[in-house]
């Protein structure tokens, strides 16, 4: 086939170009593909994880809170293979509530501690956090407690960590500390909210 003197020039020109891009042009379409297959395969894999971290989870909550065992069974699981998905916290706060309701402080703290470090819900982490701060300032470790309190935390728990930083420095013998505690956390609670009623009633018999 024959092509006239325009063409043959702009058939030239596409050769030099090609000559001079095209190794760069077949690799930047080969990265892409290859990021493209990466990105697919990862969003798969984090799909996969957080149908079986909630299937585990769900596993977790129909067990006997009185069976021990079976709860520190199903979230050594959650936290072994599935620490990385929303469900390895709950599962934790809800490991450490059966812990403590069966006596064993021990093994609640250093749940609740877990959570607050690694849970990828920050409300789950706020949780663990003042339930941690309630068992250390039933122990009468008020300095720890406090501590846990003034952590940097989810905001939208404001009120109820303000109102327990309040409990704490009345266990410390704070009176007024306290009750400026218990002031400020009426500014954060909800209006409607049973907390905010409790939190008045402290302050009212603060006199």
């Known amino acids: 086939m024959a092509y006239d003197l325009e063409e043959q020039e702009q058939l030239d020109e596409l050769k030099a170009w090609w000559k001079t891009y095209g190794k760069m042009v077949i690799n930047s379409v080969i990265g892409l593909l290859v990021a493209y297959v990466a990105y697919q395969g990862w969003t ?20 006997d809170a009185k069976d021990l065992k079976g709860v ?6 959650l936290m072994d293979k599935y620490s990385a998905t929303p469900y390895a916290g709950r599962a934790v706060v809800f490991a450490a509530k059966a812990n403590y309701e069966a006596n064993d402080i021990k093994s609640a ?18 949780i663990a956090s003042l339930q941690l ?4 300032a039933e122990e009468n470790n008020f300095d720890a407690a406090l501590k846990v309190l003034e952590a940097k935390h989810d905001a939208g728990f404001d009120g109820l960590f303000l109102d327990m930083k309040g409990d704490v420095l009345l266990g410390l013998g704070k009176r007024d500390e306290a009750k400026a505690a218990y002031e400020l956390a009426l500014t954060k609670l909800d209006v409607q909210g049973r907390y905010r009623h409790l939190t008045q009633q402290k302050i009212d018999s603060l006199g």
């Open 44 to 63: 798969y894999y984090q799909t996969k994880q957080a149908v079986n971290a909630s299937t585990e989870y769900q596993a977790l909550l129909v067990v």
């Open 109 to 126: 703290k250093a749940q609740l501690e877990w959570a607050v470090s690694n849970a990828k819900e920050t409300s789950v982490s706020a």
């Open 72 to 77: 520190q069974a199903k979230t050594a699981v």
């Open 133 to 136: 701060a309630n068992i250390l």
